[in-house]
């Protein structure tokens, strides 16, 4: 038997498909499915608006360790107009950057690799000290590598986070700092 929040869900689901409300539809599912669900529909996109519900569905998650297979499709997809993901001053703030990027993770010793890196080292080390609420999540660390601007997908300064987005295997040269 379906519970009322999940026909509401499915409800919401339904109207923004009929609308063709793309937002809607991803904010009508959990944060968790939300890159499957964009998979769901991304042939119904241009490429424009397909790049601004990635960053969208990105920037508004808190569940990003979850469904990697679908980050790498939705990142790495050969459609035009990549440089949507950003807007035009991150644009301007990534082209202004020295190259190659030193960028800064923290993480968990259980989730070194990642496709979010900061420029900041003081913000890795908060990211690597708020392991998401799980006790069993291990110890923080801090890793920095170098990424050349080429290989960065997108760079959001969104609350001053000043993220790297980039493909996990696209860092070199990873040390590990202190936390």
Same mark, same amino acid.
């Given at each position: 038997m379906e519970s009322n929040s999940e026909a509401y869900k499915k409800q919401e689901i339904e109207q923004a498909l009929g609308t063709q409300? @793309?937002?809607?539809?991803?904010? =009508?599912?959990?944060?968790? #499915?939300?890159?499957?669900?964009?998979?769901?529909?991304?042939?119904? %996109?241009?490429?424009?608006?397909? @790049?601004?519900?990635?960053?969208? =569905?990105?920037?508004?998650? #808190?569940?990003?360790?979850?469904?990697?297979?679908?980050?790498?499709? %939705?990142?790495?997809a050969s459609r035009s107009s990549r440089h949507e993901l950003m807007e035009e001053d991150e644009r301007q703030a990534l082209d202004e950057l020295e190259n190659p990027l030193l960028i800064h993770r923290g993480h968990t010793e259980f989730n070194p690799d990642g496709w979010s890196w900061t420029l900041s080292y003081s913000l890795a080390i908060k990211f690597a000290k708020t392991p998401g609420g799980w006790p069993e999540a291990g110890s923080p660390v801090v890793t920095q590598a170098r990424v050349d601007k080429e290989k960065v997908i997108?760079?959001?300064?969104?609350?001053?986070?000043?993220?790297i987005l980039i493909d996990p295997s696209d860092a070199r040269g990873h040390e590990s700092v202190s936390a």
């Open positions: 409300d @793309w937002a809607r539809y991803l904010f =009508a599912h959990d944060d968790a #499915d939300r890159p499957n669900a964009l998979i769901e529909i991304e042939s119904r %996109l241009d490429d424009a608006e397909y @790049w601004k519900l990635v960053r969208l =569905a990105w920037t508004q998650s #808190d569940s990003l360790t979850i469904n990697n297979a679908a980050w790498r499709k %939705l990142f790495l997108a760079f959001f300064k969104k609350l001053g986070e000043f993220e």
